[in-house]
Nanobody, 114 residues
Framework: QVQLVESGGGSVETGGSLTLSCTGPGVTAGEGDILMWHRQALGQRREWVAR???????VYSEAVKGRFTIFKDGAKNSLNLRMDNLQVEDTAVYFC???????WGQGIQVTVSS
């Protein structure tokens, strides 16, 4: 059973914005769950980008702090990542993840061109 599915990726120019969404049973976070976004650029190791706890507490990597916003939409039961002021180095495949249950989405491509 597919637990997480990402959507909203695509191609933008430097300085542009995109919002990724993640839906599925794995998004329904229990009290101890932590939902995360990760990314993996071509030839690079996967790195975490942002995480949000069930109480709404958020943490961001230094690479995206101030530009990306992780949030949950209760009405749509989705996990989202708003990405502003995108840079070429943000180009990667982005993955959503339920840390507690180790659920992962299949990943979605984000490409930023100069």
């Amino acid at each position: 059973q597919v637990q997480l599915v990402e959507s909203g990726g695509g191609s933008v120019e430097t300085g542009g914005s995109l919002t990724l969404s993640c839906t599925g049973p794995g998004v329904t976070a229990g009290e101890g769950d932590i939902l995360m976004w990760h990314r993996q650029a071509l030839g690079q190791r996967r790195e975490w980008v942002a995480r949000i706890r069930a109480d709404g507490t958020t943490v961001y990597s230094e690479a995206v702090k101030g530009r990306f916003t992780i949030f949950k939409d209760g009405a749509k039961n989705s996990l989202n990542l708003r990405m502003d002021n995108l840079q070429v180095e943000d180009t990667a495949v982005y993955f959503c993840n339920n840390l507690l249950w180790d659920y992962w989405g299949q990943g979605i491509q984000v490409t930023v061109s100069s």
